[in-house]
Nanobody, 115 residues
Framework: QVQLVEFGGGLVQPGGSLRLSCAAS????????MGWYRQAPGKQRELVAD???????NYTDSVKGRFAISRDNGKNLVYLQMNRLKPEDTAVYYC?????????WGQGTQVAVSS
């Protein structure tokens, strides 16, 4: 019962920044662990970062210190702030909501890092 809509993808130069947003509707947002995943061309989808219902965060090693996930439960929003972007960050980024057996995905938004 969760619908996810993503915003903020685009083209950015190496070293630049982007902020992705995901708007959730249809359920109790604060109960879900929210995550950002990405899938680069020719590669498997991987977890980038997640944030649980308490606010604890987890990051894949390649983005630690550069990316930050956050959530605003009052507005049913989750963000991914991406700084010091690298070409290898190029991927389709997906918003995810998960709680018990419930698992929902956004449509994906393209992030391209290139000069």
């Amino acid at each position: 019962q969760v619908q996810l809509v993503e915003f903020g993808g685009g083209l950015v130069q190496p070293g630049g920044s982007l902020r992705l947003s995901c708007a959730a509707s249809g359920s109790i947002f604060s109960s879900y662990t929210m995550g950002w995943y990405r899938q680069a061309p020719g590669k498997q989808r991987e977890l980038v970062a997640d944030i649980n219902s308490i606010g604890s965060t987890n990051y894949t090693d390649s983005v630690k210190g550069r990316f930050a996930i956050s959530r605003d439960n009052g507005k049913n929003l989750v963000y991914l702030q991406m700084n010091r972007l690298k070409p290898e960050d190029t991927a389709v980024y997906y918003c995810n909501a998960r709680w018990n057996t419930h698992n929902y995905w956004g449509q994906g938004t393209q992030v391209a890092v290139s000069s």
